[in-house]
């Protein structure tokens, strides 16, 4: 299975995140708390992929 989910979980979080980045950089409407979210799903999810990818190298 190795981390190709992961990775495409993470891809995916990353192209939304860019396209709500440009929703703001066009000043529309956002509430500052999705942003935060965001941050803390892009964070959790580069985590869950670093021990994913310790624990399937054998560290």
């Not at 999705?34 to 190298?57: D, E, P, Y």
């Amino acid at each position: 299975m190795g981390l190709r989910p992961v990775a495409r979980y993470i891809r995916g979080d990353a192209l939304v995140f860019a396209g709500f980045g440009l929703h703001i950089a066009q000043d529309c409407a956002f509430d500052l708390r999705t942003v935060l979210v965001m941050t803390l799903r892009s964070a959790i999810w580069g985590v869950i992929a670093l021990v994913a990818r310790q624990t399937l190298s054998g560290r």
